[in-house]
T-cell receptor
């Protein structure tokens, strides 16, 4: 699976959009971008995934660049409950194993 | 729908002792995973089961770790004997059999080895 690079940490203000970047410059054509998050003392939770088109669900939006070498997870209106570690993972869709990096620690401040 | 259940939530043991963790996946989920998460790191896959068969145990330290899923439902992960570096959170996850991308994780068991 392709490796990903994420910032170690970031802060955002409650009620504002949080934009979480992820670089995956070695991504292959059949690899998807997945995002999970892990709130303190809980297991990781699936957020969203995509191949090349932008995706949106009730939790977040995923913007993938045209060359697919990077992506951005957008939390449109961050709340204190969005404070968590966010993991960007690249994998082939039919290989369901997840390889987690260290992720980005996001702190939402009131 | 009930989530993935794990027990115990916390365990403290001394090195060289044995310990076992239990996982009950979501009903009907054929695939079950065990992960180890050391403080400050992301989870690392230890073993993957499909029903009661092992699909991947390449990252499992087999000299001290073992896992089983005898009836294709519950699973146990055992460490014998424990080392200090085994201190971590042990996460269990499950996934339906087909066409579903998401893994559902339990809350984990936090192991402290003294």
């Amino acid at each position: 699976d392709a490796k990903t690079t994420q910032p170690t940490s970031m802060d955002c203000a409650e009620g504002r959009a949080a934009n979480l970047p992820c670089n995956h410059s070695t991504i292959s054509g059949n690899e998807y971008v997945y995002w999970y998050r892990q709130i303190h003392s809980q297991g990781p939770q699936y957020i969203i995934h995509g191949l090349k088109n932008n995706e949106t669900n009730e939790m977040a939006s995923l913007i993938i660049t045209e060359d697919r070498k990077s992506s951005t997870l957008i939390l449109p209106h961050a709340t204190l409950r969005d404070t968590a570690v966010y993991y960007c993972i690249v994998r082939v869709q039919n290989d369901y194993k997840l390889s987690f990096g260290a992720g980005t620690t996001v702190t939402v401040r009131a | 729908e009930a989530g993935v259940a794990q027990s115990p939530r916390y365990k403290i043991i001394e090195k060289r002792q044995s310990v076992a963790f239990w996982c009950n996946p979501i009903s009907g989920h054929a695939t079950l995973y065990w992960y180890q998460q050391i403080l400050g790191q992301g989870p690392k896959l230890l073993i993957q089961f499909q029903n009661n068969g092992v699909v991947d145990d390449s990252q499992l330290p087999k000299d001290r770790f073992s896992a089983e899923r005898l009836k294709g439902v519950d699973s146990t992960l055992k460490i014998q004997p424990a080392k200090l570096e085994d201190s971590a959170v042990y996460l269990c996850a499950s996934r339906p059999n087909r066409g579903y991308n998401e893994q559902f994780f339990g809350p984990g068991t936090r192991l402290t080895v003294l």
